[in-house]
């Protein structure tokens, strides 16, 4: 077996609330291998957005430790932390986050004019994605000219336009009827195929999480199937 693309090393994670320590993470554990699609599943409250922010360097765990290609994350600085996300992670949420006041090149754009790349480059980049997703009829639309799930799809471009060896959605279907959610599921299986993206899929729709190579469920702080270490 190949070593893993990252891991997730004893993750212990507690938040302050009213001033008594809740507990949410306990020392979870996690593979993931390089173009694997992954779901990750679990009751409401069970951590699984707080798991996929800590993997994604988006927050910090109390302990343990997030190791990339065997580096730690954790010790990055904030800076390289931040350069690390936008190269090798691309972020899709439920609600698309999307910047309302530019149009779908230019969101899809902007983390590669964030990472220095030209104008025209990116734009051209931007477009060929968004052709892929099946928006070339809206290159030009801004976020609130489209349905929900053409929003999504421009989200999953934009995640897609520096490359990256992980894609990791935060409920990508959570918002969108059954006919929308089964092109985004289409969509991730087509670009895992193509590309070899790896996805780490946060979710309650149980209908995308079977579609995934492999699903863990988050129970009382720790994985249910604890111990799966992935193809
Ligand atoms: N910044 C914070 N401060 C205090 N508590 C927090 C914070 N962030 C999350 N929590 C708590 O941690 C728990 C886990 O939250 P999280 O969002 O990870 O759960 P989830 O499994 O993704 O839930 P859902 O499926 O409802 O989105 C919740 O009880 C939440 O209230």
Aim: charged share 20%.
């Amino acid at each position: 077996m190949s070593s893993p693309l990252l891991v997730g090393k004893n993750i212990v994670k507690n938040f302050i609330d009213a001033q008594r320590s809740v507990d949410i993470l306990h020392g979870v554990n996690i593979n993931v291998h390089a173009g694997e699609t992954l779901a990750i599943l679990g009751a409401s409250g069970s951590g699984k957005s707080t798991l996929l922010h800590i993997l994604g360097t988006l927050d910090s765990p109390c302990s343990g430790d997030v190791l990339f290609k065997g580096e730690s994350l954790l010790s990055l600085s904030k800076k390289q932390q931040a350069s690390f996300r936008n190269t090798q992670l691309g972020f899709v949420y439920q609600f698309h986050h999307l910047l309302p006041e530019f149009n779908a090149t230019e969101n899809v754009a902007m983390p590669k004019l964030i990472a220095g790349v030209a104008k025209k480059e990116a734009y051209a980049g931007a477009h060929e994605l968004l052709e892929r997703v099946g928006l070339s009829h809206r290159l030009n639309h801004k976020p609130h000219q489209m349905s929900g799930g053409e929003r999504q799809r421009v989200a999953i471009a934009r995640a897609m336009i520096n490359k990256p060896s992980i894609i990791m959605a935060d409920e990508p279907t959570g918002n969108l009827d059954n006919d929308a959610s089964d092109d985004i599921l289409k969509l991730i299986n087509d670009i895992n195929k193509a590309d070899n993206t790896c996805f780490i899929i946060v979710t309650h729709d149980h209908g995308l999480a079977n579609k995934m190579d492999r699903t863990l469920t988050l129970v009382n702080g720790n994985f249910m199937n604890e111990g799966d270490v992935g193809k």
